[in-house]
């Protein structure tokens, strides 16, 4: 016998849909899970959606008001997916009912609120994950596998990229991302802040840095009715767009190793340019997220004119094995959404946190916030201990 968990979604937008599916397709790929989620209800502000999304998802209930969630007796647990500026209020607000939550990254607009979260979590004794998707992915999960046991000797430095055209295009509507006061900063809250994790994640803690941002789309068309992801907008009142479109970022780890993360959210030509390259000096390994489930490795003691193989992923990576038979076959985007949502599931059956949790939210905020600073001072600044 499986039990249920009560789970409820708060926020039905793109990533409101792929948390849903993942609850959806969760015992599938872990039937020895021991908990069925049992999709209870769907909060959601913009009339209809949540009604639509009941009838094609099977949610017991709707609800245009969030907080009718936190005094559901039946909703142990909450994917909050709603935007930026309502992350704080609505995971204080969960954590303190007693709801077990998983909340998309930045986790609010700034290192207070995501520490006010995790805070909240720590307080009620529930488990809170974080949407740090990359880190899931079994070649990336490889990477730091070999990073760790020393196989491309010690670490020299690293680069990521994180390169996308959702808004580049000029008649991008003006909607809460490009706004301060709702989205906080632009593609440093958006890709930074999971290029910050994934830095954390491979190589340790980022000691220092310094940033210099760009706005490239000044004007945006402000939209006319309700929107979802990234639409387009004409016609309407055009406002300025307050927050970086571009980011380059020199960084230093604690173990003093060096790095450069650069974040682009109007790069023409290119869709999800997403990886990371570390060299050692012994070796390197190479990672493209449009090439999930390869990872580029070279080791050895040639030194020069060392060659690089190209490693496909198996069984025996990370949770590959949950979803594929052999290596090559090929996982997607959505499978790592499914592995976050097991380890949010996994925290709450075993009790300990399992996958990004909260804490590396605030490590992840607290370097996107040093980077604003160092790009407003023009100047390197210390990452402060989170």
């Not at 979803?323 to 075993?350: C, W």
Request: one cysteine or more.
């Amino acid at each position: 016998m499986v039990d249920t968990l009560g789970v409820a979604v708060v926020g039905f937008g793109w990533m409101g849909r792929v948390h849903t599916q993942a609850y959806a397709r969760l015992l599938h790929h872990y039937p020895r899970l021991g908990l069925r989620p049992q999709l209870v209800t769907v909060a959601e502000e913009v009339p209809g959606r949540a009604e639509e999304a009941a009838a094609q998802f099977g949610f017991a209930a709707t609800t245009r008001d969030w907080r009718e969630v936190a005094k559901d007796p039946r909703v142990q647990a909450v994917s909050i997916t709603a935007p930026n500026f309502l992350h704080r209020e609505i995971g204080v607000a969960m954590a303190e009912a007693g709801k077990h939550i998983w909340i998309e990254k930045p986790v609010g607009l700034s290192t207070a609120d995501a520490r006010a979260v995790a805070d909240a979590v720590a307080a009620a004794g529930v488990q809170g994950a974080v949407g740090f998707n990359y880190r899931n992915a079994p070649a990336v999960e490889t990477a730091r596998e070999l990073i760790a046991s020393g196989a491309i000797g010690r670490v020299t430095h690293l680069r990521i990229r994180l390169f996308s055209d959702y808004a580049a295009h000029p008649e991008g509507a003006l909607t809460w991302r490009y706004e301060k006061e709702r989205g906080g900063s632009g593609v440093l809250g958006d890709l930074a802040s999971h290029g910050a994790d994934l830095a954390r994640f491979l190589l340790g803690d980022i000691e220092s840095l310094t940033a210099d941002t760009a706005v490239f789309i000044p004007e945006r068309a402000r939209p006319t009715g309700a929107t979802a992801g990234h639409a387009r907008a004409t016609g309407g009142e055009l406002g300025p767009v307050e927050n970086e479109d571009y980011v380059n970022c020199l960084l230093r780890f604690a173990s003093g190793a060096r790095g450069v993360l650069e974040a682009c959210r109007v790069s023409v030509g290119e869709q999800n340019n997403y990886g990371f390259e570390v060299h050692g000096t012994e070796g390197a390994v190479f990672w493209d997220f449009r090439r999930m489930n390869e990872l580029g490795v070279s080791r050895g003691t040639g030194y020069q004119d060392q060659p690089v193989s190209t490693v496909y992923v198996g069984p025996g990576a990370g949770e590959f094995a949950a979803f594929q038979p052999g290596a090559a076959n090929a996982m997607g985007y959505d499978d790592l959404k499914v592995i976050e949502a097991h380890r949010f599931v996994r925290s709450i059956t075993e009790g300990t946190p399992c996958g990004a949790t909260l804490p590396d939210a605030v490590h992840s905020a607290a370097a996107v916030e040093a980077m604003v600073r160092s790009a407003e001072r023009g100047a390197w600044v210390n990452v402060p201990v989170a």
